[in-house]
């Protein structure tokens, strides 16, 4: 019981940032959870319902663990990263998008497996969903860098404050 009411709470939280117009930056679970907010649902452990994919989950490895990245030209994450359409991302999680929340769009891919690596709401000016960690890029040429992200959030939250 604990945990729906846990999930319930932070999708309320997502509603209700969406409500009030407030840019929404979810890591790993955040996108999962974005995309159950509006709507869509998880491949709840993908070692067992999708054998075939890549190891995205490693508890010795743990950040270490890596795939690459194809970035979906023209989107928003493509412009973020000035036109970068592959690059390198940590891979910590064992639940992965399955099928789409309504008004989302699929913004990159596991180059490897093809899974969901970062979602999009179409509507709002920035609700921005990734599965990798940004923060655990600190300091790491091999990785994707996790500024220009921040900048971007910190960008739209400045730009609706203005409003």
């Not at 319902?49 to 490693?58: E, F, G, I, K, M």
């Not at 023209?74 to 000035?82: F, G, M, Q, V």
């Not at 399955?98 to 180059?111: F, H, I, N, P």
């Not at 969901?116 to 179409?122: K, L």
Request: a negative charge; hydrophobic letters at 40%; proline letters at 5%.
């Amino acid at each position: 019981m604990k945990a729906n009411t846990e999930i319930s709470y932070k999708i309320e939280l997502i509603n209700g940032f969406r409500k009030a117009a407030k840019p929404v930056l979810g890591i790993c679970r955040g996108e999962q959870l974005i995309n159950v907010a509006f709507g869509g649902t998880l491949i709840q452990d993908i070692p067992t319902q999708l054998p075939h994919a890549s190891r995205h989950v490693d508890a010795v490895q743990y950040d270490d663990l890596s795939h690459g990245l194809s970035v979906v030209p023209d989107s928003s994450l493509a412009a973020i990263y000035k036109g970068s359409l592959s690059a390198t991302v940590n891979s910590i999680h064992h639940q992965a998008v399955d099928r789409l929340g309504a008004g989302l769009g699929v913004e990159a891919r596991c180059s490897e497996d093809g899974l969901v690596e970062a979602i999009r709401s179409r509507d709002d000016d920035f609700i921005l969903g990734v599965q990798w960690h940004p923060e655990f890029h600190w300091h790491r040429t091999d990785r994707l860098p996790p500024e220009p992200l921040l900048d971007a959030l910190l960008f739209a939250a400045r730009r609706r404050a203005l409003r």
